[in-house]
């Protein structure tokens, strides 16, 4: 048993220690808010916040999260994060009508509100080298860092 702490709660997983993060959220745990994408730690779609660290859940071992704090994009919102930073990302995202197909922005929320919890008036370069791991096939590139300047104005 490996236990772990998932948006503020504790929970233990009957899991063998080099399964996937990802694996463990979605499939043991049914939080499907975290998506597979590549399963390489390529694409970013499954971003979580490992200890406050945008971290690949497909390329993490579930024993590396064990003993950290684990905020996925249920919890980005609930009070385990920065919930005025979620907010304010999740508004942004809303009204700048970011998403397209949707697919990959859990991961780009995750690793958008990890970059305004470090960084509150972050450039174009600081988001671009940000959200590099982050791949949208939609292309919504340009709505994505819009969003993330605006989640960042509505900050200071």
């Known amino acids: 048993m490996i236990t772990l702490d998932i948006n503020g709660r504790a929970t233990r997983v009957d899991a063998d220690p080099d399964t996937p ?8 745990l049914q939080m499907t808010g975290t998506k597979y994408g590549c399963g390489m730690g390529l694409c970013g779609a499954c971003t979580v916040h490992l200890d406050g660290q ?3 859940s497909c390329s993490t ?7 950290k704090k684990v905020v996925t994009i249920e919890g980005v919102s609930q009070g385990t994060s920065s919930v005025r930073v979620a907010k304010a990302v999740q508004d942004a995202w809303q009204k700048l009508d970011v ?14 509100v990890a970059l305004l919890e470090k960084n509150r008036k972050p450039s174009d370069a600081d988001i671009d080298h940000a ?6 096939r939609c292309a919504t590139y340009v709505r994505i860092r819009a969003a993330i300047h605006e989640a960042a104005q509505s900050l200071t």
């Open 61 to 67: 071992p579930v024993s590396a999260a064990a003993g």
């Open 54 to 56: 945008p971290v690949r």
């Open 21 to 28: 993060l990802l694996w463990v959220l979605r499939d043991t």
């Open 131 to 136: 959200m590099a791991g982050n791949i949208c």
């Open 99 to 112: 998403v397209q197909c949707g697919y990959c922005q859990s991961g780009q929320i995750m690793s958008a």
